[in-house]
Nanobody, 122 residues
Framework: QVQLVESGGGSVQAGGSLRLSCEAS????????MAWFRQAPGDKREGVAV????????IYADSVKGRFSISRDNAKNRLFLEMHSLKPEESGRYYC???????????????WGQGTQITVSS
């Protein structure tokens, strides 16, 4: 059974930092593209960052470039997202997702976690 479990969310003031983790199980983690998405209430879910199977390339949404960093540990089946200089408009639920092919921020992903909530206060 595939499971993606996010952790590390919470409340932070604007300008602060958080580190999210996603623990994967039930599939061959190292062969899947991994991504982080986020969704604010009333908004569509948007892609934040994606990382290739080996971690050798990454793609970021323009809004987070230079502030967020995605990484993975294939030996431990974990995905990470380091977030700095957070803004209030980045509050929402953050999800990790897995897809076997096409490491992009668009299209359908195969597996999703339940998400972790982030609140950035001004």
């Amino acid at each position: 059974q595939v499971q993606l479990v996010e952790s590390g969310g919470g409340s932070v003031q604007a300008g602060g930092s958080l580190r999210l983790s996603c623990e994967a199980s039930g599939y061959t983690f190292s062969t899947y593209c991994m991504a982080w998405f986020r969704q604010a209430p009333g908004d569509k879910r948007e892609g934040v960052a994606v990382i290739s199977t080996t971690g050798d390339f990454t793609i970021y949404a323009d809004s987070v470039k230079g502030r967020f960093s995605i990484s993975r540990d294939n030996a431990k089946n974990r995905l990470f997202l380091e977030m700095h200089s957070l803004k209030p408009e980045e509050s929402g639920r953050y999800y990790c997702a897995a897809r076997e092919h096409s490491c992009t921020l668009f299209g359908q992903y195969d597996y999703w976690g339940q998400g972790t909530q982030i609140t950035v206060s001004s």
